[in-house]
């Protein structure tokens, strides 16, 4: 069965600080999406990054990088200098599905989440 | 831009009660998912439209859960009998073909 690993359930870090979330992953197809959603206290899933299976290059976007290693099939995501606001549940999503893209987009296997909290 | 809307953000009922929740997706998106959020874990797909096509339902339990999407906007999960098991926070979302899936703030179910 396909599987998503988030180890980290609770992680809590000092504002300013550099936060790293693991996702490590499970997948016997060769084309797949991987996402990352954040959920903060009000509920809503925000949208944070989709990256191909095909395309390893690391993607840096503001305080944000995210680190994909298709080899050990893991898709890290780091905050740097965290702020409180950073404070959320995140998940790891892959995307399994041979003809990923189009209307596969949405079947989404969510990892259990990690939950970051941020102190001032 | 309005985002997706659901209604109502939270509900609690008895046992073998029935609830339905409503989702207004976001203008123009073809595709709206429901997912079931459990406390602790991660969302889960229950079923995906492609305007009003049912494009995959399997996760759903049919015996219980319907849902439907009339004229291809606006959309209809309900519960009927609920059980226990069944308490959770229910998730719209919809998208346009890039894949990006926005998500409304989600509908919270207690069963008594």
């Known amino acids: 069965a396909q599987k998503v690993t988030q180890a980290q359930t609770e992680i809590s870090v000092v504002e300013k600080e550099d936060v790293t979330l693991d996702c490590v992953y499970e997948t016997r197809d060769t084309t797949y999406y991987l996402f990352w959603y954040k959920q903060p206290p009000s509920g809503e899933l925000v949208f944070l990054i989709r990256?191909?299976?095909?395309?390893?290059q690391n993607e840096i976007s503001g305080r944000y990088s995210w680190n994909f290693q298709k080899s050990t099939s893991s898709f890290n995501f780091t905050i740097t200098a965290s702020q409180v606001v950073d404070s959320a549940v995140y998940f790891c999503?892959?995307?399994?599905?041979?003809?990923?893209?189009?209307?596969?987009?949405?079947?989404?296997?969510f990892g259990q989440g990690t939950i970051l909290t941020v102190h001032p | 831009e309005a985002g997706v809307a659901q209604s109502p953000r939270y509900k609690i009922i008895e046992k073998r009660q029935s609830v339905a929740f409503w989702c207004n997706p976001i203008s123009g998106h073809a595709t709206l998912y429901w997912y079931q959020q459990i406390l602790g874990q991660g969302p889960k797909l229950l079923i995906q439209f492609q305007n009003n096509g049912v494009v995959d339902d399997s996760q759903l339990p049919k015996d219980r859960f319907s849902a439907e999407r009339l004229k291809g906007v606006d959309s209809t999960l309900k519960i009927q009998p609920a059980k226990l098991e069944d308490s959770a926070v229910y998730l719209c979302?919809?998208?346009?073909?890039?894949?990006?899936?926005?998500f409304g703030e989600g509908s919270r179910l207690t069963v008594l």
């Open positions: 990256r191909n299976s095909f395309d390893e």
């Open positions: 979302a919809s998208s346009t073909h890039t894949g990006e899936l926005f």
């Open positions: 999503a892959p995307v399994y599905d041979p003809n990923a893209g189009g209307t596969s987009y949405g079947k989404l296997t």
